[in-house]
């Protein structure tokens, strides 16, 4: 994760728990398995809507992935799709561009973080 997201790894690690709680390592594996499927298509999902002007549609999809990403303590991640959502009600296309692609940086190194930690808890 990136140095922004290491003092929240502690809530990472409480999510990934809590749902070893509700349903075993299935339950981890599936739910890990899709995120990394889920929030790269809303991202990308996010800026096509964007780049047709579809700001709405746009802050929808950071929308969902603000919740999925609280599930999995990404707060990093929630805070960014937050920030994303906001710039959306207020049509801050310029801003919100920039924001997507700071989502796109913290995605990326949440996931890989995740697939390490899910592998070495298999």
């Known amino acids: ?7 929240s790894e502690s809530a990472a690690i409480d999510a990934l728990e809590r749902l070893k709680r509700w ?3 299935t339950l981890v594996r599936d739910m890990s398995e899709m995120f990394a499927r889920e929030m790269p298509q809303r991202l990308a999902d996010a800026r096509a809507a964007l780049s047709v002007g579809e700001v709405a549609t746009a802050g929808n999809a950071t929308h969902s992935m603000k919740s999925s990403a609280g599930q999995f303590g990404a707060v990093a991640l929630e805070k960014l799709c937050a920030d994303a959502e906001q710039l959306a009600e207020e049509a801050n296309t310029g801003s919100l561009m920039s ?4 989502i796109a940086r913290e995605l990326d190194a949440f996931l890989q973080w995740l697939a390490a930690s899910t592998r070495a808890k298999a």
């Open 1 to 7: 994760m990136t140095e922004g997201t290491i003092a």
């Open 23 to 25: 349903g075993g390592e």
């Open 99 to 102: 924001v997507l692609d700071e």
